[in-house]
């Protein structure tokens, strides 16, 4: 069996925010979609809800091995290896995912939030840092871009908890979190939540807010203006959807943007961007004016 035996059919238009969309420079959208691509069809492997889990630590396997040029029986491994050594690009933040889906595959409880965060070391934080290596910003950023990243992945573990435990007896709500509240991962099979379980749900939201006020400047920090647009719109998406979280219950309700909601969410974003922008050159300009 190939990865591609479990692939899941998804590709990055279906994702929950965007990933190389039209605001990225057309130079660099094929490193950051070869680089989708390896990462999605790991994904799908620790992900399948029927495949074996040493059939899945097999898989991932074999895809390190392609990544680190120790095989080319990954098809994935092999063609994102040779667009890094083209690009001149490093595998870790690549490696790093595949520790991710690892754990996805061996651990499925986690005991507390720091837990949490040190699984979205791996991740979540090494996509935002891939992808300006891409576009070669500066590294002193990524503790800005770490703390949006990690909050995107714990919106979609916030909006899937049910799912995942339904489908991959996976759970990514801190246990004592749980405890705290009284509340045992069998709550997550209901069709609504308890008012427990949404005040933990609500604890979590509350938290993750937090990460998305320490990234909030990180869309001003980046050189490129098209990737800080497009950051811009990724930080308006990501805390909109959390507000959602601190007052829906994803069991039963939607938490997840519909179409006719981006238009108004995008110019927000839009206004934030070109203010950040061009506050700095108003300020100059005042400046050669005196």
Request: glycine fraction near 4%.
């Amino acid at each position: 069996m190939s990865e591609h035996a479990l692939s899941s059919g998804k590709g990055h238009r279906d994702e929950n925010f965007p990933v190389a969309s039209v605001l990225i420079s057309p130079r660099h959208r094929p490193a950051i979609l070869g680089f989708y691509r390896f990462v999605r069809t790991a994904d799908d492997v620790a992900d399948h809800a029927t495949a074996a889990p040493e059939e899945k630590l097999r898989l991932l396997e074999i895809m390190r091995a392609g990544l680190m040029g120790e095989s080319d029986a990954s098809r994935e491994g092999v063609a994102l290896r040779k667009l890094l050594a083209a690009r001149g690009l490093t595998t870790d933040h690549a490696a790093d995912l595949l520790e991710a889906f690892r754990r996805d595959v061996t651990k499925l409880r986690y005991a507390n939030w720091n837990e949490l965060i040190d699984y979205c070391r791996f991740s979540a934080m090494p996509v935002g840092r891939y992808v300006l290596d891409v576009h070669g910003e500066s590294r002193t950023i990524w503790p800005l871009s770490d703390a949006l990243c990690t909050a995107l992945q714990i919106i979609n573990h916030l909006q899937d908890c049910a799912k995942d435990f339904h489908d991959l007896d996976r759970v990514y709500l801190p246990l004592d979190t749980m405890a705290a509240n009284g509340v045992t991962v069998a709550a997550l099979a209901a069709n609504e939540s308890s008012p427990a379980l949404r005040a933990v749900i609500a604890a979590l939201a509350r938290r993750n807010a937090e990460l998305l006020a320490r990234s909030a400047p990180f869309a001003a920090h980046i050189r490129d203006p098209r990737l800080a647009l497009e950051v811009s719109v990724i930080q308006r998406l990501a805390e909109d959807l959390n507000n959602r979280l601190l007052v829906r219950d994803p069991l039963s309700e939607r938490v997840h943007h519909r179409k006719a909601e981006l238009p108004t969410l995008l110019f927000s974003a839009f206004a934030r961007f070109l203010g950040t922008r061009l506050r700095p050159k108003t300020a100059s300009h005042i400046a050669r004016q005196q």
